[in-house]
């Protein structure tokens, strides 16, 4: 395991569950636009720490490009992109949705991601 600083995972700060989701749609509507499925990646959901925009992340922010608002991270997970979505089952506000606007490979040592995500305000059931 990698020891530099940004490379270490505090795994007492994943204190927050999240499904990956992945959009399979592939009907079509009346206009011919497809329609999205949003379906959890996985049976169990992502431990992942959720922070607002600033702090301790702000070196990796500079670099990323886009309108966001939160950050997740999370342990490394292969074949994480910006074209998948975050559902955290918020027990305060409900269920949130978290698109993906940026995701940093810390170091690029495959041991944790830094997901940069806004919230879209939609509202999904469970």
Sequence with gaps: MATREAEILEAGRLDRKCWLQKDVGTAKDSQNKRIPDWQNVGNLPRSVAIDEKGGKKLFFAQQVQGD????????????????????????????????????????????KHLCFCKETGATVAT
Excluded: C, K, M, S
């Excluded at 991270?73 to 978290?98: S, V």
């Design 68 to 111: 966001w608002t939160l950050v997740l991270t999370l342990r490394y997970t292969p074949g994480l992109t910006t074209a998948n979505r975050w559902l955290y089952q918020d027990p305060n506000q409900g269920n949130r949705i978290f698109q993906i606007v940026a995701v940093v490979d810390v170091n690029e040592a495959h041991v």
